[in-house]
C-alpha cells in the first residue's frame, strides 16, 4: 500500500501491482482521501487483516469527513493509523524494500509475520512522538533488520543490540562470487541468504503470536542470545547459555572443548567452529544454550607453525581463553607438557563458566556507583602516597594514613587484619568503620592473576 | 573479602600485570594467548621468532594492539563492576606505553582508553612507572590524570614508587 507522489514511483507501483502474486490484495491508492477508502476497503475485509503492511508517508493533511470513513479510521489497525502523522519523506528509492518485505513473507513461517518500515533517511523518526515511535517500531517486537543500500551508519539506534544491520560495511570493489558482508544490497536472494547465515533459526522476524507460545519463546530466547554474542564478542553468560568468542586472525580453524573432570584424557564434547556460519571478522564464536557455571572449557587452534612469520598454532595443546573469568589447575598439570609436542589436554589448565552476577553483595556498591564528591570513606591522593604495611596473608598491604611505626602496636596491627580478612570483630564499642580508625584507608591486593608454578628464565645464549 | 573489606571502611586495590604473561619466551609452553595469535598478543623481535623483553620474563604482552588493549579495559571493567574493585596498580606500567616494535609512544591508546573509559571513572590508577629493560619515568609518566608524582616512601616490609592519580 502506497501512495503515488511521483511519475517513478507510479510506475513503480504499477508494475509492481501487475507482478503482485495471486491472494495478495494490492492497495495503490493517489492521495490521502484514497488512502482512508483503502482502509476502509481493508477493514472491510473479512477474511483476515494483512500479514504485514508497508509504510509510505503521505505529505497532505488527512481529510476524513464521512461517517463511514472516521468509523475506518477507528478500527483500522495501529500501524495503519499512523499514516497521517508520518513525516514527509524522499522516496525516490521507494520499490526495492517492497520486493524485500515479499522475500520476507515468503522466507518467513506462517506464524510469523513482517513489518516494513521504509525511510530513506531514518533521522525523520527522532522528532516524533513517543507513541509514534512505539506504533512504528513496537518495543516488544525485537527481531529488527535494517536494510541499508549505502552506508549502515545511524541504523544502529532503530534496530538495537539484538537486531541487524546490513549493508556497506567497506570501501573498495565488489566481490562477485559470495554475497558476504560489506557489499551493497544487489541481488534479491543475497541479502536473504546473508541475514539467514547470521541468525540461528529460519525466520529473523518474530511476531507477537511466535512470543506468545512456548516453542516461540524458546526460538526467540536464542535468537537474542546469538545475536547478543555477535553483538558482544565476549565469552559471557547470558541466561540460558553460554557464549563463546576468542579473537584469532591466522588460525585455520578453531575447537570449543567441553570437559567434565579437570584432567580427562578427552573432552566430553567437541565443537568445532565453523567460519561460514560462527566466524565474524577474526572472532570465532559459539552460544551454546543449557551449559550450567562451572562447565571446564578450553580451545584447540589449528594452523600453522612458522616462528619466522610470528605464528605459532600448535593443535596439540589445549589453550585457556584469554576472556574465561576462572581457571582451574588440575593435580597433574606440567608446564613441560605444555612445551613439548604432542597432545596435553589431561594436563593443561581449563577455563571455567563463572556466573559472577550469582554472587549476593548484600548491598555493597562498585566504586564508580557511589555518589561522587568528597567522602569519608574514599581515599585521597595524598593517602595513596603514604606508607603501606603487610596485610592479611602475604599477598596485600595496606596503605596507611600515617606512619604505622609511630602509632600501631602489633595488636592493634593484629586486629586490623582480622577486620580486612572479614573476621567478625566482637571487642564490645567498635564502630562499623574500624579500618578508618585505625588509619587503613586502602588495601592493596597482589598477584590476582593466576600465576603458574615459578619461571625460571634462562639467558638466551643458554 | 572485598564486601568485607567494604565494610570495614577499606578500599580494596588490585595489582595488575599487564605486561607479561606465563609463556615465557621463545622456548616456553603453550598456554593461551601464544596458540591463538601469537603476533597480536606478543611483542616480537625484528626475525618475529623471538620475544621481545622488556619485562624481565621473557615475553612482553603487546598492550596497544586493538584486541589486547580491549582485553585490558573489559578485564578491567570486570574487576570493577562485577567485583567492585575500587583501583588498580599497574605492574611495570610503563611496558604500556610501547608499541609492536617496541618503541615508545606519546600518546599510548591503551592508557588513554583506561583512563577516558566511563566504567572506570572515579578508581585510583597507580602506575609501577619503570620497565625491565632500563626505561624510568616516575615524575612523568603520560597522561593527564595519571598525575605524575613520587611516592617512594620507605615501608616496612615493602616498598613501592608510584606515579598516581586520584579522580
Known sequence: MGEERTARLTSLLNTWHRCAPSGLVTLR??????????????????????????????????????????QAWRTAPTCLRTLPAAPRSDLDRFGSEVSLAVDAHEN?????????????????????????????????????????????????????????????????????????????????????????????????????????????????????????????????????????????????????????????????????????????????????????PGQLYGYRVHGPFDPSSGMRFDPGKVLLDPYGCGVVVPKNYSRVTARLEGDNASTAMKSVVVDPHAYDWEGDTRC????????????????????????????????????????????????????????????????????????????????????????KIRSPSE | MVKALHRAGIEVILDVVFNHTAEGDHRGPTL?????????????????????????TGNTLNANHPVVRRMIVDSLRYWVEQMHIDGFRFDLASILERDESGILMPSPPVLWDIESDPALAGTKLIAEAWDASGLYQVGSFIGDSWRNGMAGSATIFAAFSVAMRVR
Open chain 1, 29 to 70: 491508492p493517489a492521495d490521502a482521501n484514497e488512502v482512508v477508502e483503502s482502509i476502509a476497503t481493508l477493514c472491510d475485509c473479512t477474511t483476515s487483516l494483512p500479514s504485514w503492511c508497508c509504510h509510505v508517508s503521505p505529505c497532505r493533511p488527512w481529510t476524513a469527513t464521512s461517517s463511514r470513513r472516521r
Open chain 1, 108 to 292: 518467513c513461517s506462517p506464524r510469523a509475520s513482517a513489518r516494513v518500515w521504509c525511510r530513506c533517511r531514518p533521522g525523520h523518526l527522532r522528532f516524533q512522538t513517543q507513541e509514534y515511535r512505539d506504533s512504528v517500531l513496537p518495543p516488544k517486537v525485537k527481531a529488527r533488520v535494517a536494510v541499508e543500500q549505502a552506508s549502515t551508519f545511524g541504523w544502529e539506534r532503530y534496530v538495537g543490540t539484538s537486531g541487524r544491520v546490513i549493508g556497506m560495511k567497506t570501501f573498495g570493489p565488489r566481490r562477485r562470487s559470495r554475497s558476504s558482508r560489506g557489499n551493497l544490497v544487489s541481488s534479491r536472494t543475497g541479502w536473504w541468504r546473508q541475514l539467514k547465515s547470521s541468525w540461528v533459526g529460519s525466520d529473523p522476524w518474530i511476531s507477537s503470536s511466535t512470543e506468545r507460545s512456548p516453542k516461540g519463546r524458546c526460538l526467540l530466547r536464542r535468537r537474542m542470545l546469538k545475536a547478543l554474542a555477535e553483538a558482544l564478542l565476549l565469552g559471557h553468560r547470558f541466561p540460558g547459555g553460554v557464549n563463546f568468542s576468542v579473537y584469532s586472525r591466522n588460525a585455520s580453524g578453531v575447537e570449543l572443548l567441553l570437559f567434565n573432570r579437570e584432567d580427562d584424557m578427552q573432552p566430553e564434547r567437541m565443537i568445532t567452529i565453523d567460519p561460514a556460519t560462527n566466524r565474524t571478522y577474526h572472532y570465532w564464536h559459539c552460544s551454546l544454550p543449557d551449559l550450567q
Open chain 1, 368 to 455: 564508580t556507583a557511589r555518589p561522587p564528591g568528597p567522602s569519608s570513606t574514599r581515599c585521597t591522593s595524598e593517602d595513596l602516597r603514604g606508607t603501606q604495611f603487610r596485610g592479611f596473608g602475604k599477598n596485600t598491604r595496606h596503605i596507611c594514613r600515617f606512619d604505622p611505626e609511630d602509632s600501631i602496636s602489633p595488636a592493634t596491627q593484629h586486629h586490623c587484619r582480622r577486620i580486612a580478612a572479614g573476621v567478625p570483630v566482637r571487642r564490645p564499642g567498635c564502630p562499623a568503620r574500624t579500618g578508618q580508625l585505625l588509619g587503613i584507608c586502602a588495601s592493596l591486593v597482589l598477584r590476582a592473576h593466576r600465576a603458574t608454578a615459578h619461571v
Open chain 2, 32 to 56: 593461551s594467548f601464544r596458540g591463538l595469535e601469537n603476533s597480536a598478543y606478543y611483542i616480537l623481535e625484528q626475525d618475529r621468532s623471538r620475544y621481545a623483553n622488556y619485562s624481565g
